[in-house]
């Protein structure tokens, strides 16, 4: 089994994505403690930007540290989700299913300042195969 597929399956068949690369950023909601004790998002945003992953709280600040970077780390996650929707991306048919691409393909820094309102850098793929996968499915 494919877990990249078996994501687009779900997705075509109306079901949420639990997988971060397939529109599913706002669905899974997790964090690291860094050597440093810092809580962090997953390492692949830092390569849009130094402070995108990082959520301002240690865990020595005790036992609510946990708590609101489950909080913080939410929000985070939603407003990089659907609401961060490429405005290419947003009358696209196979929106529901790769939700713009994983975060880290959609970073651009043009002119001096970060984009993630970007397609993935991999969209005309992502759309070819989601339609590819979409018509072997339905008309099997």
């Known amino acids: 089994r494919i877990r990249y597929f078996d994501t687009i399956i779900a ?59 489950h909080v913080r780390a939410t929000n985070t996650l939603r407003g990089l989700g659907a609401l961060s929707l490429p405005v290419e ?13 994983y975060i880290p393909n959609r970073y651009s820094e043009k002119g001096g300042r970060l984009s993630l309102g970007l397609p993935s850098v991999y969209h005309p793929d992502i759309f070819k195969l989601i339609n590819h996968i979409k018509k072997r499915l339905f008309t099997s």
């Open 89 to 101: 991306c947003r009358g696209c048919s196979v929106k529901g299913v790769c939700g713009g691409g």
């Open 11 to 69: 997705g075509l068949l109306g079901k949420k994505s639990r997988q971060e690369s397939l529109g599913g950023i706002d669905s899974v909601v997790s964090f690291f403690i860094t050597t440093g004790g810092k809580l962090q998002l997953v390492d692949s945003l830092k390569t849009t930007g130094p402070d995108l992953a990082d959520l301002g709280i240690s865990v020595e600040k005790g036992s609510n540290a946990f708590y609101e970077a």
